[in-house]
Each structure stands twice: as C-alpha cells, then as structure tokens.
C-alpha cells in the first residue's frame, strides 16, 4: 500500500470509526490525512470504495489482534477465556492496535449500510464469518462433536457481539467478563462437568 493510500485509509477509519461513515464527508478525509483531492480519486472512485478499503484494514488489524491474543493459550477452554480477556483489555483501552474503543466497526458500519446485498454489508458480514472461524478453532480443541462445536460457536459469537454492543451502548466495561462467567457455564455443560 503507497504511504498515501495508507495515509487515507487510516485517516478515515480514525473518522469513522469516530464518528460514523455517513457523518463524515470527503473534505474531512482529506483534512486528516494530507491528502489532495486528486489522490484521493486516484486511490478510490467513490467513498464507497474508501469505505471497503478501511473495512479491510480494520478486518487484517482485528483478525491479526485476536489470532495473537487466542495464540498465547494452548487449550480450548484456555483460548475461550482469552477471548474474553481480550475483549475486556479493548473495552477498556489497554489494546493500542485497535485505537479507543468505540465498539464494533462492523456492526456500526452494517448500521448505516443496512442493505444486505451492499459490498459494504456483505464486507461486514464476512469480517463476522472470520472472527467465528477463529472461535471455532478454539473450540475445536474441546474434542466435541461437530454439531455441539458449531452449537458452541454460535453461543460464544452471540456473547462476544452481546459483549461488545453492551459495553459501548450501555458504556459497561465489565461486560466481557460477565460474558466470560457465562462461557465458562456454557463450556462446563458441553463437557458434562
């Protein structure tokens, strides 16, 4: 990516992720990044294009973030818990890679885009599809069966997002370890403990 590229993408995610994507014009873009006019077109044809730019920077950023965090442990359960430690570290800014918390920009951005058939939604929805894939390998490691791991998943995503939007909307920054206490219930009664 060419420093001015880079320099716009970084300078809208920070906007928008602020702020909201349709908050935010072209001008302001341009004023946080340096950039002219010109470049920017050169770069993007439209801030649709700029939106899915950012989208994939945030996705590698957050993806790359959570495969380091879930990497540390070595068991299932383990990477479980740090799902949620790692949630908690983000909900109260002790994650410097993924900037103040302002909760999921995917879900803020499939917010404003709410046309599933959008490149823009559809770009939220895979970023979701990763982020359980990632879910799923942890939970891979329990030894369940195939049905009960997707079961699992499913519940562990559904409180990661619960998580996430509680703790930006109703500002509880304890909400991943609530979500935490409530996974390791769930994990006990898979595993029959």
């Known amino acids: 990516m060419s420093a001015k590229r880079q320099n716009l993408v970084l300078g809208a995610f920070e906007l928008f992720y602020e702020k909201g994507v349709h908050a935010v014009g ?23 294009e700029l939106v899915l730019a950012v989208l994939d920077y945030r996705n590698d950023a957050y993806l790359k973030w959570l495969g380091e965090r879930l990497e540390r442990v070595d068991t299932g359960a383990g990477k479980i818990d740090e799902l949620f430690d790692a949630l908690d570290d983000w909900f109260n800014d002790r994650e410097e890679a993924l900037h103040a918390f302002r909760g999921c920009f ?3 951005v499939s917010g404003e885009y709410g046309q599933p058939e959008s490149a823009i939604y ?5 970023h979701k599809k990763a982020v ?8 891979a490691l329990l030894g369940l069966s195939e ?3 997707v079961e699992l998943t499913d519940a562990l995503s559904i409180l990661k997002d619960g998580a996430i939007t509680r703790a930006r909307v109703q500002a509880d920054l304890g909400a991943a370890q609530w ?13 029959g403990a």
């Open 106 to 108: 995917f879900i803020n």
């Open 26 to 48: 072209i001008n302001e873009v341009l004023a946080a990044s340096g950039v002219a006019k010109k470049t920017l077109y050169n770069h993007f044809a439209s801030k649709d």
């Open 122 to 126: 559809q770009k939220c929805v895979e």
């Open 132 to 139: 359980e894939e990632l879910i799923l390998a942890a939970v």
């Open 147 to 149: 049905d009960d791991s």
């Open 179 to 191: 979500a935490k206490k409530t996974a390791r219930r769930l994990l006990a009664g898979f595993l």
